[in-house]
């Protein structure tokens, strides 16, 4: 395929520059930002692929697949008249997903049986913390996936959420397989546990406009209570920002890989 093509000779030629250059096709562009803003016009949905066929692995209530009676386990079969049979996932989520309102055709199979719903996407707001829950009456657990812009937010709200019944005087902070995300929201993260003035990050360039220091500005809002990091070795850019500062500064335990 020439798109195929175009994507290797560019490789290719960024490879030879530099190991840093990277490009983004209009797709992985597009999911960056939707990583980064947490918002996308779509379905509501996790899917799977499995010996080629793609299959609904979870539903997001309130959202268009929840509203129409689409379920975990059904087989998207095509969209608009487009098999999805074989299909990678980049090209199933550019079918998915589209303009809010936008209407599209959906077939699929559940228990052996085909049906064709119309699907009416919307706008849909992904969160930074998936889940957050107490282990036990005095520890917190906080899973956060990526680093959106509401990230710290987020995880503040989850500290007042499990404080208000028995107070937890520990945290544990999962960042495995979290890639990264907004460096202002690491910077924000590592607020909560410390408090604010406190220098996390410097960037040193050749000239002085390369050159700043970020700062933390959010209130602490967990001083006082211990702080577990979990990693492992997909922990990566922000992720490693927030542990490496939790770390330098000796205000908490990293755990993993």
Same mark, same amino acid.
């Given at each position: 395929?020439?798109?195929?093509?175009?994507?290797?000779?560019?490789?290719?030629?960024?490879?030879?520059?530099?190991?840093?250059?990277?490009?983004?096709?209009?797709?992985?562009?597009? /999911?960056?930002?939707?990583?980064?803003?947490?918002?996308?016009?779509? =379905?509501?949905?996790?899917?799977?692929?499995?010996?080629?066929?793609?299959? =609904?692995?979870?539903?997001?209530?309130?959202?268009?697949?929840? /509203?129409?009676?689409?379920?975990?386990?059904? =087989?998207?079969?095509?969209?608009?008249?487009?098999?999805?049979?074989?299909?990678?996932?980049? *090209?199933?989520?550019?079918?998915?997903?589209?303009?809010?309102?936008? =209407?599209?055709?959906?077939?699929? +199979?559940?228990?052996?049986?085909?049906?064709?719903?119309?699907?009416?996407?919307?706008?849909?707001?992904?969160?930074?913390?998936?889940?957050?829950?107490?282990?036990?009456?005095?520890?917190?657990?906080?899973?956060?996936? +990526?680093?959106?812009?509401?990230?710290?937010?987020?995880?503040?709200?989850?500290?007042?959420?499990?404080? /208000?019944?028995?107070?937890?005087?520990?945290?544990?902070? *999962?960042?495995? *397989?979290?890639?990264?995300?907004?460096?202002?929201?690491?910077?924000?993260?590592?607020?909560?546990?410390?408090?604010?003035?406190?220098?996390?990050?410097?960037?040193?360039?050749?000239?002085?406009?390369? +050159?700043? *220091?970020? /700062?933390?500005?959010?209130?602490?809002?967990?001083?006082?209570?211990?702080?577990?990091?979990?990693?492992?070795?997909?922990?990566?850019?922000?992720?490693?920002?927030?542990?490496?500062?939790?770390?330098?500064?000796?205000?908490?335990?990293?755990?993993?890989?």
């Amino acid at each position: 395929q020439p798109g195929t093509v175009m994507k290797k000779g560019i490789d290719a030629m960024l490879n030879e520059l530099d190991p840093y250059t990277n490009f983004f096709s209009e797709n992985q562009a597009e /999911k960056a930002l939707i990583d980064r803003n947490g918002e996308y016009g779509g =379905v509501g949905c996790r899917v799977k692929l499995r010996e080629k066929q793609v299959i =609904v692995w979870e539903v997001f209530p309130d959202y268009a697949f929840a /509203k129409a009676d689409v379920r975990e386990g059904d =087989v998207l079969k095509s969209i608009n008249g487009v098999p999805l049979y074989g299909k990678d996932m980049d *090209d199933v989520s550019v079918l998915l997903r589209g303009s809010s309102n936008s =209407v599209f055709e959906l077939t699929l +199979t559940r228990d052996g049986r085909d049906m064709t719903k119309n699907i009416n996407r919307m706008q849909v707001v992904t969160k930074s913390v998936p889940y957050y829950g107490k282990l036990n009456a005095r520890t917190g657990y906080i899973h956060l996936s +990526t680093f959106g812009r509401e990230a710290a937010s987020e995880i503040s709200n989850a500290i007042m959420v499990m404080d /208000k019944d028995e107070k937890t005087t520990g945290i544990i902070l *999962d960042l495995r *397989d979290n890639g990264g995300g907004l460096l202002d929201e690491a910077v924000n993260i590592i607020g909560l546990f410390v408090g604010d003035g406190k220098t996390v990050v410097n960037m040193r360039g050749k000239s002085s406009k390369n +050159t700043r *220091d970020w /700062k933390t500005m959010m209130k602490g809002v967990a001083l006082d209570k211990r702080l577990t990091i979990l990693v492992n070795n997909r922990s990566a850019s922000a992720s490693e920002v927030v542990s490496a500062s939790i770390q330098d500064l000796d205000r908490g335990v990293v755990l993993g890989q």
